[in-house]
């Protein structure tokens, strides 16, 4: 049996707000990681919904920002 180790995640407005990065700059850096790379959606009522981060997570996306700082060119591609 698969026994889930993630205990919480953090949403992009924590995670923004935790790193000093504009959420809307951010989201769009994260746009291109998969549930692999420890970001998950979630869903509420009707159409609200939030992206958010594993620990793993928050890992993966301090990379990806990295690499965008040092390329600011691959959000345009």
């Known amino acids: 049996m ?9 949403t992009i407005a924590r995670v923004a707000k935790d790193l000093g990065e504009d959420e809307d700059w951010l989201l ?32 993966n996306l301090m990379e990806f920002i990295r690499i965008h700082k040092e390329d600011p060119e691959l959000l345009r591609r």
């Open 28 to 59: 769009d850096v994260a746009n291109g990681m998969d549930p692999e790379d420890g970001v998950v959606w979630i869903y509420g009522i009707g159409d609200d919904s939030v992206m958010a981060f594993t620990d793993f997570g928050i890992e």
């Open 2 to 10: 698969h026994v889930n180790k993630v205990h919480a995640v953090f």
